[in-house]
């Protein structure tokens, strides 16, 4: 299996700290940021299979913003939206715009690792899916692959 790469993001350090040691004990390659920023900024520079975001964080970006931002910038990476009671309707929205689902806090961390499998899983039959149409296409028309990549010169 490859390796499962999770980004966390939320604005209390404490359960960030905690959901990222107990994955990483997991053996799973997570990472905790505090901010919708600081995700964006990291996702420059590596892919991340999933991403737990929570949707209530003070300042600039918050959770529905950050979701359309990540999925701009890595569309294959599933989001997990992490909510509060009171922002259920948040949640909502952000499935209309392409959430994976959503985790009500306090979140078990059972039921918090079932999402996350699943949430690879899809992300992993969607990656499949493209690799063998790439692989398809190829097959069928091996000038059209070849002329592609040489209009990106
Ligand atoms: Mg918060």
Redesign the pocket.
């Known amino acids: 299996m490859d390796t499962f790469r999770i980004l966390v993001v939320?604005?209390?350090t404490d359960f960030l700290e905690t959901i990222v040691n107990r994955l990483q004990k997991r053996k799973i390659d997570a990472t905790g940021v505090p901010t919708g920023e600081a995700a964006l900024e990291l996702m420059k520079g590596k892919l991340f299979d999933v991403v737990l975001l929570?949707v209530?964080?003070p300042g600039g970006m918050d959770g529905i913003e950050g979701l359309r931002e990540i999925k701009k910038m890595q569309p294959l990476t599933e989001v997990i939206l992490l909510t509060g009671h009171a922002s259920v309707e948040t949640s909502i929205e952000g499935l209309k715009l392409g959430a994976f689902d959503y985790l009500i806090k306090p979140v078990k961390f059972d039921e918090l690792l079932e999402k996350l499998a699943a949430a690879f899983e899809k992300r992993n039959t969607q990656e499949q899916k493209i690799r063998s149409a790439k692989i398809q296409e190829l097959v069928r028309f091996p000038g059209r692959i070849f002329d592609q990549e040489k209009g990106e010169e």
């Open positions: 939320d604005d209390e929570d209530k964080m």
